[in-house]
């Protein structure tokens, strides 16, 4: 994790990497290959998450959230909210630590895939995308430390930029936009993962970027929209497709609650088996294409 790493702005933790570093090296003699991943859940501790380091969270946060469009969202926010959407940290039932954090038993009462649609996790991931604070150059930054330390262990196979990266947009008419199918792929991870391809490809010049596109809806519904693979050209030996499949990406309330109707139990394991194949079909197709 990149919180992890950087402890305090633009200081990374040199013996940690080496203890990550020994750790791979262990793996691989026993036939273990690990692939480097940016992981991440809403990510940051000052939202119940994981992920970036905390301070660039704070510092996003304390400049300003806003949910689907500054200037609409007080006409925007009373209806989206009725749909479970928008819900600001604040209106959580939350305890907080000496600080700041939510505690993390608290966190666990709720969906995290809900806290996604924050206005303060949307300013996070619009962020990365738009740069805001500079986020993405100091991300960019991050993977040039990571490439450096692993770029002379062999058993590293790829790297992930970023795992699973959320939708979000600058106003209504970007995530309007982000409705149809691709678009968020195309418009603003792409760009995203280009500009960190390029940034270790030229001190890992044998490096395999493991791409993927959001695991939420609408996307995790259709076909990528990448054009090629980010960085690279199509047919690329330098990239691989990495799709995370669940049975809630369709829906994410189906992972909500668990039941203990059998009906109930036996339509959604139906309903997996169905989508899990159908995901399949779909990512060969985007094999094929890239």
């Not at 480097?36 to 119940?48: G, S, T």
């Not at 280009?194 to 970027?209: C, F, P, R, V």
Request: proline fraction near 6%; glycine fraction near 6%.
């Amino acid at each position: 994790m990149w919180e992890a790493v950087e402890r305090s702005p633009g200081v990374y933790d040199s013996a940690y990497l080496d203890k990550v570093d020994a750790l791979i090296t262990k793996l691989g003699k026993k036939g273990i290959y690990t692939m480097v991943d940016a992981h991440q859940d809403i990510f940051a501790r000052k939202i119940c998450g994981e992920g970036i380091p905390n301070f660039y969270a704070k510092q996003i946060i304390d400049n300003g959230t806003y949910c689907l469009d500054k200037k609409f969202d007080f006409l925007l926010e009373p209806v989206v909210k009725k749909f479970g959407m928008c819900k600001s940290m604040k209106d959580y039932d939350l305890r907080y630590d000496e600080d700041g954090n939510p505690l993390i038993e608290d966190c666990q009462k709720y969906n995290f895939a809900a806290i996604y649609t924050s206005p303060e996790a949307l300013t996070i991931q619009r962020a990365f995308y738009y740069n805001d604070l500079g986020l993405k150059d100091k991300f960019v930054s991050f993977w040039k430390v990571m490439a450096t330390k692993f770029a002379n262990n062999k058993y590293v196979v790829a790297y992930d930029p970023l795992n699973e990266p959320a939708p979000s947009a600058k106003d209504l008419g970007g995530f309007i936009a982000n409705l149809w199918p691709g678009n968020l792929d195309s418009s603003k991870i792409a760009p995203l993962y280009t500009d960190i391809n390029k940034a270790y490809s030229k001190i890992d010049e044998g490096s395999i970027m493991a791409f993927e596109p959001t695991p939420l809806p609408p996307d995790a519904l259709f076909n990528m929209g990448f054009k090629t693979p980010p960085g690279g050209e199509v047919n690329s030996a330098h990239h691989i497709m990495n799709e995370h499949t669940y049975c809630c990406g369709p829906l994410t309330s189906i992972c909500n609650v668990p039941s203990t109707n059998s009906l109930e139990i036996g339509f959604w394991k139906t309903f997996c088996n169905y989508f899990i194949e159908y995901k399949l079909m779909r990512m060969g197709q985007d094999a094929a294409k890239l």
